[in-house]
Each structure stands twice: as structure tokens, then as C-alpha cells.
T-cell receptor
Framework: KAGVTQTPRYLIKTRGQQVTLSCSPI?????VSWYQQTPGQGLQFLFE???????NKGNFPGRFSGRQFSNSRSEMNVSTLELGDSALYLC?????????????FGPGTRLTVT | TQLLEQSPQFLSIQEGENLTVYCNSS?????LQWYRQEPGEGPVLLVT?????EVKKLKRLTFQFGDARKDSSLHITAAQPGDTGLYLC?????????FGKGTHLIIQP
């Protein structure tokens, strides 16, 4: 069974631009969660989607948004990029949801904002 | 806000030695997971523990969940260079997974 895939793997953007990241979960998994990982803050939860609905949301500004499609694929969008948004963005999928259930991570998208 | 503190932050030891890393919180979690992350990759799930006092063994790795489900430990016996990586614990709750900042482990040959 194929793992979680994320595209693109690397991205360089300028302050003020916006970016869209994509995640394809493991086949059959209906939950997709997004995380931001930085050296200083570690892994921080952004949001979780389940059956095309946002089920949980972390403490991030409204510039961070996401959506999930009927095939469970998910996208994350960051608008008006700031230097502090430079990070590794990880997507994780699970069968039914975050929390109790085990999550499987993709390799991440490394975003650099200049 | 639920917080997970991991210690030590950094650990460098020689091949063949034993080590223990810790994951502590003041909050109760319904489950606790350990992941290992290597540079340039996403975290890989090692184990999930759900019952207070539970002990799970995975070859040379032993995971324990505290009786009160607030803390956990990971013990590695006879560490090998392949064990090098960032070890993350994550607590499960109604609002999703809360991650600790991890322990950077280096096993020197």
C-alpha cells in the first residue's frame, strides 16, 4: 500500500505571496491532519479534516487554511506569507481520525520564505 | 493547553550503551504514541500505548505508559547507530495529537 505523499517537496516563496501544498493520504484513510515543524517550536498541529469537514483546528492565524476533497486528498493554503512561516509542513493520515488513532506521516514540504 | 515535555533534549552516546528518554505532562492522555524522525523525512510511528502501566517491547526498544497516563518512557538497550534520530512522543485527546519537542539522539559507532 502506498504511503502518504506530499507535493511539492521543496518550495521557495517571497514574503506576501501565497502557497498551496498538497497531500494524498494512504488509500482508505479518511482523516488528514496538517502540522508545522520548526526547530524552535517543534511539531504544531494546524488542522484536521475528516470526510471533507474540518474537525479540529490548532492555534494558527486565519492565513492558514485547508480543505479536503471527496477522494480524501487535502490541500493547505497559506496566504500573505511571512518569514516566520518557513518550516517543514507535514501531512498525516489515519483511518478515522487524530487523537486515539495512529497517524502516518508524509515526507513533508520544506517551505522557505525569503 | 496540553503540554508534553521531553527529556533530555539532546543525547549522544556510544554504540552498545543503554539509554532512557522521558515524556512528561500534567495532563491525562487517552493514548500516547512514540515516533522516530530522520532528517528530511516525516515521523514514523513506533508504538501506541493506551492503558496506564502498559509496557510494550519492540526488539531492543521498551515503551512504558505511566499508571496515571500522564507520562511515558522509552528505553533502548544496546543502542546502535541506526537508532539515531529525533524521538517524538505524542499524546492523544479529543482535540487531536499534542507533540513534545523531541529528543535528538545520536549513537556514535
Amino acid at each position: 500500500k502506498a504511503g502518504v505523499t506530499q507535493t511539492p517537496r521543496y518550495l521557495i516563496k517571497t514574503r506576501g505571496q501565497q502557497v498551496t501544498l498538497s497531500c494524498s493520504p494512504i488509500s482508505g484513510h479518511r482523516s488528514v491532519s496538517w502540522y508545522q515543524q520548526t526547530p524552535g517550536q517543534g511539531l504544531q498541529f494546524l488542522f484536521e479534516y475528516f470526510s471533507e469537514t474540518q474537525r479540529n483546528k490548532g492555534n494558527f492565524p486565519g492565513r492558514f487554511s485547508g480543505r479536503q476533497f471527496s477522494n480524501s486528498r487535502s490541500e493547505m493554503n497559506v496566504s500573505t506569507l511571512e518569514l516566520g512561516d518557513s518550516a517543514l509542513y507535514l501531512c498525516a493520515s489515519s483511518l478515522t481520525g487524530a487523537g486515539v488513532y495512529e497517524q502516518y506521516f508524509g515526507p513533508g514540504t520544506r517551505l522557505t520564505v525569503t | 493547553t496540553q503540554l508534553l515535555e521531553q527529556s533530555p533534549q539532546f543525547l549522544s552516546i556510544q554504540e552498545g550503551e543503554n539509554l532512557t528518554v522521558y515524556c512528561n505532562s500534567s495532563s491525562v492522555f487517552s493514548s500516547l504514541q512514540w515516533y522516530r524522525q530522520e532528517p528530511g523525512e516525516g515521523p514514523v510511528l513506533l508504538v501506541t500505548v493506551v492503558t496506564g502501566g502498559e509496557v510494550k517491547k519492540l526488539k531492543r526498544l521498551t515503551f512504558q505508559f505511566g499508571d496515571a497516563r500522564k507520562d511515558s518512557s522509552l528505553h533502548i538497550t544496546a543502542a546502535q547507530p541506526g537508532d539515531t534520530g529525533l524521538y517524538l512522543c505524542a499524546g492523544g485527546g479529543a482535540d487531536g495529537l499534542t507533540f513534545g519537542k523531541g529528543t535528538h539522539l545520536i549513537i556514535q559507532p
